[in-house]
């Protein structure tokens, strides 16, 4: 295969496989700030600490990657439901500022408790046998690991889509989004729709960290560091929009693999230049309601 | 309305604003406080240098998210360009002059304050939040790609000014540059307290309150922030500069997020949209960072994140706002 060619097919796999990191990680703070616009900047923290559960089952108690990943995301979205009922119910009516700075004081407190118990350094986890390697797909050959992460999050975006736009609570979550006071006056109970996306939400994040361990590595800074991409994709695709916050992923997770690919040096840039040349034209996003 | 009327009207507003621009007894407090530490204290007047620098960084975002309640979350933009300016100005083209490259700071951090405030402005909420973070990344990442002028993340160290005025040369226990700060500091704090208590001011207030009704009365909405904005980039780059000046170096770490992040938080510990909580502010968060870091770097991290979460569930206004409750409460007392 031509060079060109051949860095052009490792830009696009690449790229896919990020771009479902983030659409994983990022889809339930789109909706939940679609819901309630709430700005949680709390979310890379959630993502963080599932992805330290993960570290845990699989090299303390030697438990296996999948199942620890379903156990990590159980626990982190259960754990969620407390902060929401506890903290973030209080400030539903407060201003940005206030979320934004109640909820950057819980990232920092995470980042700090974290540190303290798992020390800065990045860790690793044993994966199995049938994740490690390369996979070849008849005309070349793909990490196994990225191919997995693509084939996890083309059926997860599938179960979403189900869920959302064909179920009865799909609905409600879209009369919701769509027109809070409206749906409240034809008797769907909002609160409770939003712990339950909440739940959801951050249970997607902590899977998404245990899937980034293998994937850019996990250290307590986690929570910041990403955090930036996750509100980028969100505000890129418009709040509490599916399909947007997938198509944010697939353009932010290919133009950043793009960037590292050809200009290792301008790092983060195409990203940001990206965001603001989209956000200046549709300030809502790509699919967010003006 | 008569013509009378109106003058008289006209009269009342006017012994108004004098009467609360006036210089209260209470504000001499912390001039005084900075100029009894360099007494005191004498060998931690670099550390006081830094902590007046964030006054300075604090006050300027007070304009513009405590007056004209714009959230944002790029400011350290603005004090990257200053620090840059100077930064460059010496290390590239042997410009080491320090009141001029002050001056210098302030108009390219204003030129960009104006150029962004103008083109993102228009955009509020989460889309606002995102866009000025991405400046200051993009600002950032424009620095590491040219790494050959900017020096890159290694940054430009060694930097060297001449003296003060052509006079006062700067001495090992930054005396020198403790006066300086504070003196710029000063004049700087005047031109603020001019402009929040002025009809700008006033104006600013009210789009903060309810940008619905300042339209409604015909007030040109966007051009006060854009001025706001730029006043206040060109501040926070002057107190970039003499982030500069003081410590003799600069990196790309100014253009961090956690820059951005910390100057807010000073600003909201001291307490929003009353000039002086800058001051308390930033004082008590460096104060306690210089203490509490050298103990446990993340021990004050998990400190400054309950901190916050505190300030948001019980004292919104900060600080100050916790005085003024208690004062509200005392006096309070004293009228039963």
């Known amino acids: 295969m031509p060079h060109v060619a051949n860095i052009a097919v490792s830009i696009l796999f690449d790229g896919l496989a990020y771009a479902m990191f983030l659409f994983i990680t990022s889809v339930g703070l789109s909706v939940t700030m679609g819901l309630m616009g709430f700005v949680n900047l709390a979310h890379g923290a959630f993502a963080m600490a599932g992805g330290y559960i993960v ?8 438990i296996d990657f999948i199942p620890s990943l379903v156990i990590a995301s159980l626990v982190v979205g259960a754990v969620s439901v407390l902060f929401e009922r506890g903290l973030y119910r209080r400030l539903y009516k407060a201003t940005d500022l206030e979320q934004v700075l109640l909820t950057i004081g819980l990232a920092f407190m995470a980042i700090a408790t974290f540190t303290y118990f798992y020390g800065p350094i990045p860790k690793s986890v044993p994966l199995p046998a049938w994740l490690e390697g390369d996979v070849n797909l008849g005309f070349r050959n793909f990490p ?24 009865n609570i799909g609905a409600k979550i879209r009369a919701a989004v769509d027109n809070r006071r409206m749906a409240e006056s034809v008797g769907i109970n909002v609160d409770r729709l939003f712990t339950l996306t909440f739940a959801l939400g951050s249970g997607l994040a902590a899977l998404g960290g245990g899937l980034a361990i293998q994937l850019l590595g996990l250290s307590p800074s986690f929570a910041v560091l990403y955090l930036v991409l996750f509100l980028i994709v969100v505000a890129v695709g418009g709040l509490g929009s599916l399909k947007g916050t997938l198509l944010a992923a697939l353009v932010i997770g290919v133009f950043d693999t793009a960037g590292k690919y050809l200009l290792a040096d301008a790092g983060g840039f195409f990203v940001y230049a990206v965001t603001v040349a989209v956000l200046l034209v549709k300030p809502a996003g790509f699919y967010g309601r003006e | 309305m008569t013509t009378a009327n109106r003058g008289q009207t006209r009269e009342r507003a006017a012994t108004f604003i004098l009467k609360r621009h006036r210089m209260r007894a ?28 964030m006054v300075m960084f604090a006050l300027s975002l007070d304009l513009i998210l405590g007056y004209a309640g714009i959230v944002t979350l790029g400011h350290a933009a603005f004090f990257g360009i200053g620090a840059y300016t100077v930064g ?58 040219r790494s050959d002028i900017s020096g890159g993340y290694d940054g ?95 990196t790309l770490t100014v253009f961090d997020f956690d820059n951005s992040a910390k ?27 210089d203490y509490f870091s050298k103990l446990s770097p993340t021990f004050w991290q998990f400190g400054i994140g309950l901190l916050l979460v505190l300030a948001v569930l019980f004292a919104r206004r900060g600080v100050l706002g916790l005085f003024e409750s208690f004062g509200e409460y005392l006096a309070e007392r004293k009228k039963r």
């Open chain 2, 263 to 289: 100057v807010m938080v000073m600003l909201i510990l001291g307490g929003t949209g009353r000039l002086y909580g800058a001051f308390v502010g930033a004082a008590v968060y460096m104060i306690l960072e």
């Open chain 1, 55 to 62: 570290v845990s089952l699989t090299r303390t108690l030697g």
């Open chain 1, 144 to 167: 196994t690991y990225r191919a997995f992460l693509i084939v996890l999050g083309t059926a997860l975006i599938a179960v979403l889509w189900y869920a959302f736009e064909r179920t």
């Open chain 2, 88 to 145: 460059l100005a010496a290390a590239r083209l042997q410009w080491t002059e320090p009141i001029s490259g002050l001056f210098a700071a302030a108009i390219a951090a204003g030129i960009v304050g104006f150029l962004t405030g103008w083109l993102l402005l228009r955009y509020r909420g989460l889309t606002l939040l995102m866009l000025t973070l991405a400046t200051a990344i993009m600002l950032q990442e424009t620095g590491n790609l």
């Open chain 2, 156 to 250: 430009l160290p060694g930097l060297t000014f001449k003296p003060l005025l052509g006079v006062f040369d700067y001495d090992l226990y930054g005396h020198t540059y403790y006066l300086y700060v504070l003196a710029t500091l000063a004049v700087v704090f005047y031109f603020v307290r001019r402009i929040v208590y002025s009809p700008f001011g006033q104006a600013l207030t009210g789009i903060r309150e309810n940008v619905r009704r300042m339209h409604a009365i015909g007030s040109p909405v966007h051009r006060r922030l854009v001025t706001v904005y730029t006043i206040a980039a060109a501040i926070a780059g002057v107190a970039g500069a003499l982030f500069t000046q003081t410590n003799a170096y600069v």
């Open chain 2, 26 to 53: 209470a504000e001499a407090l912390p001039w005084l406080v900075a100029i009894a530490a360099f007494f005191i204290v004498p060998d931690r007047m670099t550390f006081g240098s830094q902590v007046l620098i």
